[in-house]
C-alpha cells in the first residue's frame, strides 16, 4: 500500500490530527438519500452497506464482506479479506467522529454490479467536516460484497486538510 497519507482514511486520519492539534447522515439517518423507485437486491443490499456505514455500525458492514471479498480505495493497493477489511473500515471511525453519505444516484449496471455516485464526508475531530466525492463500482454475489472500488481524488482531500 502506499504512503498512509496518500490514502483517504490516511489523509481523514491526518486531518484530524491536525484539527485537534488545532480538532455511504450526521450522527444518524438523515443524509443518506437515494433515489426514489424499486431497487434490485444488489442496490439495496450497496444502500444497506452505505447506511451502515454512515450509522458507524462496522458489524453490520463487516456482515457483507467475505474471507475472499476485496476493497478498493484507488489510487491505493486493494485490500483482501475480511481483517485487511476491518482494519479499514474500523480506521475511519477512529480517524472522525461522524460520517455523512449522500448517495446522488445508483444504479445497477449488468446483473452483480452496482454503480454509485456519492459524497462521503466525515467529521474530523473538531468539528471540521471533510467531502470525498466518490464513483464507486461494488460487485455482488449471493447477498455478499465481493470487490468494492471507490474512484476519488486524493488531491482534493489534501486542499480540504489545509
Known amino acids: ?18 484539527s485537534a492539534a488545532g480538532g455511504f447522515l450526521l ?11 424499486p431497487h434490485s437486491k444488489n442496490v439495496e443490499l450497496i444502500l444497506t452497506f452505505c447506511k451502515a456505514g454512515q450509522d458507524r455500525d462496522l458489524e453490520k458492514q463487516m456482515s457483507f464482506i467475505d474471507e475472499d471479498s476485496i476493497y478498493h480505495n484507488m489510487p491505493d493497493a486493494p485490500i483482501v479479506g475480511r481483517a485487511g477489511i476491518r482494519a479499514l ?7 472522525s467522529d ?13 446483473p452483480g454490479l452496482v454503480l454509485t455516485e456519492r459524497v462521503d464526508r466525515f467529521r474530523i475531530k473538531g468539528g471540521k467536516w471533510i467531502d470525498c466525492p466518490v464513483m464507486g463500482a461494488a460487485e455482488v454475489r449471493d447477498g455478499r460484497l465481493k470487490h468494492w472500488r471507490d474512484y476519488y481524488d486524493n488531491e482534493y482531500l489534501r486542499k480540504q486538510m489545509a
Request: no cysteine; charged share 20%.
Open 98 to 110: 461522524a460520517t455523512e453519505i449522500r448517495v446522488l444516484a445508483i444504479s445497477e449496471a449488468k
Open 89 to 95: 473500515l474500523g480506521g475511519y471511525l477512529t480517524s
Open 27 to 37: 450522527g444518524g439517518s438523515r443524509a443518506l438519500a437515494a433515489p426514489e423507485g
Open 1 to 18: 500500500m502506499r504512503n498512509w497519507i496518500s490514502s483517504r482514511r490516511g489523509l481523514i486520519a491526518g486531518g484530524a490530527l491536525v
